[in-house]
């Protein structure tokens, strides 16, 4: 078998545009949202993350992917985030969540997106909470969103 003749093979099959983009600074990172931008890139499936940020009482950022959920929230979705969140934070001290939406397709939300982001957001505010900020990753990049109302407000 020779192997040159199937890479050859596979690159004449290869099509797509390619994009240079400028290094990223420092002053591309200085907001977390933008590190876990950075992090996250380009949708690859449908998942849904939870990101504690580091506490202002101590303790590290924590990460939660939440994968093989279905597109549309079940009825128990806010019960069963609810009890995550809730734990999480009274294990840790978290006092916010970054939401982050991954899904092929556009940067803006649709109605799945929306409904999952009330679902999170609900869950948070029983938890005691706050939604700080909402990333989709979509298919090109990843956009921030404002969570949506209601919050809590900062103490």
């Known amino acids: 078998m020779d192997l040159r003749s199937d890479e050859e093979g596979i690159l004449n099959r290869m099509t797509g545009?390619?994009?240079?983009?400028?290094?990223?600074?420092?002053?591309?990172l200085e907001r977390l949202e933008a590190r876990i931008a950075s992090v996250l890139g380009p949708a690859i499936r449908?998942?849904?993350w939870l990101f504690f940020p580091?506490?202002?009482f101590g303790g590290d950022g924590l990460?939660?992917?939440c994968d093989?959920?279905?597109?549309?929230?079940?009825?128990?979705?806010?019960d069963v985030?609810?009890?995550?969140?809730d734990g999480v934070a009274r294990l840790t001290a978290h006092t916010e969540l970054i939401l982050a939406l991954e899904r092929r397709g556009s940067p803006d939300p649709g109605r799945l997106d929306r409904d999952w982001m009330r679902v999170v957001?609900?869950?948070?505010?029983?938890?005691?909470?706050?939604?700080r900020s909402v990333l989709i990753?979509?298919?090109r990049g990843v956009r921030g969103h404002a969570p949506p109302e209601p919050t809590l407000t900062e103490a």
């Open 54 to 56: 580091p506490s202002a």
């Open 137 to 139: 990753s979509h298919t």
């Open 17 to 28: 545009a390619y994009r240079t983009y400028r290094p990223v600074t420092a002053d591309d």
């Open 81 to 85: 985030l609810f009890t995550m969140i």
């Open 121 to 131: 957001a609900d869950a948070c505010d029983r938890a005691g909470v706050r939604l």
């Open 46 to 48: 449908w998942q849904l």
């Open 68 to 78: 093989d959920l279905p597109r549309r929230p079940p009825a128990d979705a806010a």
């Open 63 to 65: 990460s939660v992917p």
